[in-house]
């Protein structure tokens, strides 16, 4: 699968050419033009990495990606024109994953993201496989705690039904399979019933839908599997 890069830049022309540069290596490629937009979309479709520029008008690159840590452990690409920023972003008041000064050369930004990500995967506490704390759809999932909080309502969730809340929510508004939910949620420890799944799913709705008979959320992709409306 292609790696999925988020890029928030208020110039059209930086815009541009970087959505040239990412689609020819093979990313998808998601721009946002304002902080707000880039907010929105990551709140709707993820990404696996954020390259974000920091001098952006009324929602800054600062507030952006600090909106975008509470919500994720994304890897985010700082583009900067100022170097005496660098320390700064590169600090731990932001830890950044890595930062490029503009003007860039394509090819240095794409090594820069593909080491970045490669780090992620490779890292031995590879933290893409441990459910880290998101808020989604004014949900925020704390994997520490097992807790799901909305509208100041905390409620502990037993492990399974967590890990598949969590799996669901951070795929949000992607159908994931039924096959693809199991193996993340239940990896090896599952043990073939089908069922398993329906009834947590069942759960789950019971817990967090106004009416678990009429998913708002939780919706059912028939013959296919699963996905979490944000
Ligand atoms: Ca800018």
Redesign the pocket.
Known sequence: MSDHVLIV???ETYRDSLRFIFEREGFDVTLAATGREGIDAFERDGADIVLL?L??PEVSGTDVFRAIRTRSDVPVVMVT?RDDQIDKIIGLELGADDYVTKPFSGRELVARVRNVLRRREGSPDDRRDEPTRLTVAGFTLDPERLTITRDGVTQSVPPKEFALFHVLASHAGRVLTRQAIIDRVWGADYFGDTKTLDVHIKRLRGRIEEQPSLPRYVRTVRGVGYTFEP
Do not use: G, R
Request: charged share 55%; proline share 0%.
């Open positions: 830049e208020d110039e520029d001098m952006l024109a």
